[in-house]
């Protein structure tokens, strides 16, 4: 079983930043892919960004050089800095663990992150 844990989240100004952060513990296999998805009301969730234990990472087109993701294997976390925020980035955030070798998928908790003046 593998527990993922957010935080991070907030209510921000358009054009601000926030860093959301997701440790994970459990049984945790070497390769594994962590990232993050959102969801917005009456939305579907939709992929933001991705990183694989190696390092590859992918973004949805709206976030792109703007937000960036990183991870620490040793600490089992990614992060999700997230810069030049405007309104429509608005939603909660959900961690998420894909474990390569059973395609078992983990979700977190949700964190919300508002952007509005």
């Known amino acids: 079983q593998v527990q993922l844990v957010e935080s991070g989240g907030g209510l921000v100004q358009p054009g601000g930043s926030l860093r959301l952060s997701c440790a994970a513990s459990?049984?945790?296999?070497?390769?594994?892919?962590m990232g993050w998805y959102r969801q917005a009301p009456g939305k579907q969730r939709e992929l933001v960004a991705g990183?694989?234990?190696?390092?590859?990472?992918n973004y949805a087109d709206s976030v792109k050089g703007r937000f960036t993701i990183s991870r620490d294997n040793a600490k089992n976390t990614v992060y999700l800095q997230m810069n030049s925020l405007k309104p429509e980035d608005t939603a909660v955030y959900y961690c998420?663990?894909?474990?390569?070798?059973?395609?078992?998928?983990?979700w977190g908790q949700g964190t919300q992150v508002t952007v509005s003046s």
């Open positions: 990183i694989t234990s190696g390092g590859s990472t």
């Open positions: 459990g049984s945790i296999f070497t390769l594994y892919v």
């Open positions: 998420y663990l894909l474990v390569v070798v059973t395609s078992s998928k983990y």
